[in-house]
């Protein structure tokens, strides 16, 4: 995965206020994709909010994704192949708490 292009979609999210946003790479550990980025937002808005900067910054960069749940539902899943975006609402995060499950990946500073 290009560092460059993740660190754009990172900045095009948190421009958006996503909150603790943390980038994985599970390269090592899984066949699934190379990278788990997990963030949260305050509400149904400023997650949809997120998805659609989401959006936007994987088809600037041309790379195709699909995106499973909603805002609505708390937790929206874009799967870019190499990147797999999990957008939360924070009660969603700390239930199912993937950083915890996937605490064998490496922790990636942009």
């Keep these: 995965m290009n560092k460059e292009v993740l660190k754009r979609i ?3 999210i948190e421009d958006k206020k996503a909150e603790r946003v943390k980038v994985l790479d599970i390269s090592l550990i899984s066949v699934m994709a190379d990278v788990f980025v997990i963030t949260s937002g305050s509400n149904t808005s400023q997650l949809e909010a997120i998805t659609d900067a989401a959006h936007e910054a ?4 041309g790379i195709d994704f699909k995106t499973e749940g909603d805002a609505a539902s708390g937790w929206v899943l874009i799967d870019a192949g190499d990147i ?3 957008i939360f609402s924070r ?3 700390d239930f199912y708490d993937l950083e915890r499950i996937w605490k064998d990946g490496a922790v990636i500073e942009l």
């Design 58 to 61: 994987f088809t600037k960069e």
């Design 10 to 12: 990172v900045n095009a």
């Design 84 to 86: 797999i975006l999990h």
């Design 91 to 93: 009660e969603a995060r």
